[in-house]
């Protein structure tokens, strides 16, 4: 998986290989953001049981303009939701939608919900 090494592991940092929630948890993580140079976070369900849990990003309000302006990236934030008993296994990558063969993480996350 790439995002170990390199020049994603920046991005990567903190990112766990995986997370144990109660059914009903959940976990919030801020991503570090790339969009400045075409970046994007996707999810995608890899394995297991589907409805075990739900990973999605998103993407908050652009930061507040200032004087004078920066160039800072709107917050971007994972988020796993446990629905109930099971393991799922799911992909984590940032990506240029236009080189989707290139990521620059590109990291898998078992989720076990008790």
Known sequence: MSGEG????????GLPASLELPAGGEVRLPLLSAAGAGYVWQAGFVSGDPAAAEMRIEVGPPPRQTDPPTNQPSPVTLVVRAA???TACWRLALIRPWQPGS???DRRLEITVR
């Open 6 to 13: 390199g020049p994603g592991a920046v991005y990567a940092a």
């Open 84 to 86: 109930h008993a099971g």
């Open 103 to 105: 990521p620059l993480v």
